[in-house]
């Protein structure tokens, strides 16, 4: 059994997928190929969002933005304590603070309620001025945007929202990567959405905003290639990579995320009453970039993992460490304690979960879950 089954997807998608590559080898246009542009436009008319702008990866697409807004020495941005590291790197390496921030113990996602005082506090500490808010769609599970957007127009704070493991999800009829000011993703190839590499993108409504970046993509380029007005960087996304990713929008659209949600109702039906199952507010849609149980502690969690792992069930324990605990932020101020995110860190475990995943192995791993849970 496969954690995140990308075998059994390359096998059904086949044909498509390698004809797709087979074009951009034939073409030799491997950089910046008509796949590219063609790729952005169906991902911004997904998302709902005028432009598109594809990258070399999500941590690059949310430091390029962040350098956008003028984020730099001096200022604080706040970042939900339980995610990936590279929410707060890429505040890290802007030259900015990453403010963490407390989550909401049933979604995962960052508290608006700890959110505004984590804010409060840092004006009223007076040394860093309150920039930007990077909320996250964690496990595919969008942030509560009505209340942080709210927050953010109350603070003149400017909201980015990395949704590098949210594409696909919704909220009402509003699809994410369309909630704040702008929105990234990662096309790593375990996302909802992944490439046969590393790839990544910005969604944005913002004119300025989409000229900004594809000048910095592209060593900061005016006019054309060879001039150049600012510093910027070389951040593009294959055109190869383009392609795979062309060849699996449909798929993804049509059948995946539908496949996925069914996955989650059966794991959920079946484990109710043994662990927290992920909760999902209403009208909200989550793209299962991962199924996350809870356990009473931590004894009970390592135990059951290697219980599952005896019988050959992958799982993994996303995240084991919060950001403020993290060698890497020693000595970074904390406006607040995140006793949720520390113990989410020790509760939480996420099982096998891609839409290949069938019926049996479900009942499968349910079963060893309730049986080991019965017995201990
Ligand atoms: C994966 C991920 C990123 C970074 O994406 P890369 O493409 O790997 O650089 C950023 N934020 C979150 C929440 C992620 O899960």
């Known amino acids: 059994m496969e954690f995140r089954d990308l075998k059994k997807q390359y096998e059904i998608l086949k ?28 991902l911004a008319e997904y998302a709902g969002v005028k432009h598109c702008i594809t990258c070399a990866n999500g ?16 200022d604080a941005v706040f970042v939900p304590d339980f995610t990936f590291f590279a929410t707060a790197e890429a505040v890290s390496s802007e030259g900015a ?30 040394i860093l001025i309150p920039k930007a808010i990077i909320p996250v769609n964690l ?9 942080i957007n709210n927050i953010a127009e109350k603070h003149n704070l400017k909201v980015l929202e990395d949704s590098a493991q949210g594409f696909g999800g919704s909220i009402g009829d509003k699809k994410a990567c369309s909630f704040g000011d702008a929105a990234t993703t ?8 992944g490439c046969y590499g590393d790839g990544g993108a910005i969604f944005t409504d913002n004119d300025e905003t989409d000229s900004y970046i594809r000048s910095i993509q592209a060593h900061g380029k005016g006019s054309y290639k060879y001039e150049n007005i600012q510093i910027g960087r070389n951040s593009r996304l294959d055109t190869i990579q383009a392609a795979i990713l062309l060849a699996k929008l449909q798929i993804f659209k049509d059948q995946e995320l539908g496949k996925v949600k069914e996955i989650a109702d059966t794991y959920a039906k079946l ?13 909200y849609q989550s793209s299962w970039a991962q199924y996350t149980i809870q356990l009473k502690n931590k004894k009970e969690r390592d135990c059951l993992q290697q219980f599952l792992n005896s019988n050959k069930v992958p799982t993994m324990i996303y995240y084991p460490t919060p950001l ?40 499968f791993i349910a079963n060893l879950i309730r049986n080991y849970l019965k017995s201990s």
């Open 186 to 193: 990662s096309f790593f190839p375990a996302k909802p959405l």
């Open 139 to 147: 496990f595919g599970l969008p942030a509560p945007y009505d209340e």
């Open 97 to 126: 603070v990453p403010v963490f921030v407390d989550v909401d113990d049933r979604t995962f996602n960052m508290d608006p309620i700890k959110l505004e005082q984590a804010i409060k506090e840092v004006l009223k500490e007076g």
């Open 15 to 42: 044909n498509t997928i390698d004809e797709s590559i087979q074009s951009v080898i034939d073409s030799s246009k491997f950089i910046n190929g008509p796949q590219i542009r063609q790729l952005e436009i169906k």
């Open 59 to 74: 941590t690059d697409a949310l430091s390029m933005m962040l350098a956008s807004w003028g984020v730099t020495k001096g």
């Open 324 to 363: 403020h605990l993290q060698k890497a932020f020693e000595g970074n101020p904390l406006y607040q304690k995140c006793p949720v995110s520390e113990k989410l860190s020790n509760t939480v475990l996420s099982l096998p979960m891609h839409p290949y995943l069938d019926t049996e192995s479900i009942c």
């Open 271 to 283: 484990l109710d009453g043994y662990v927290i199952t992920p909760h999902v507010p209403d009208s």
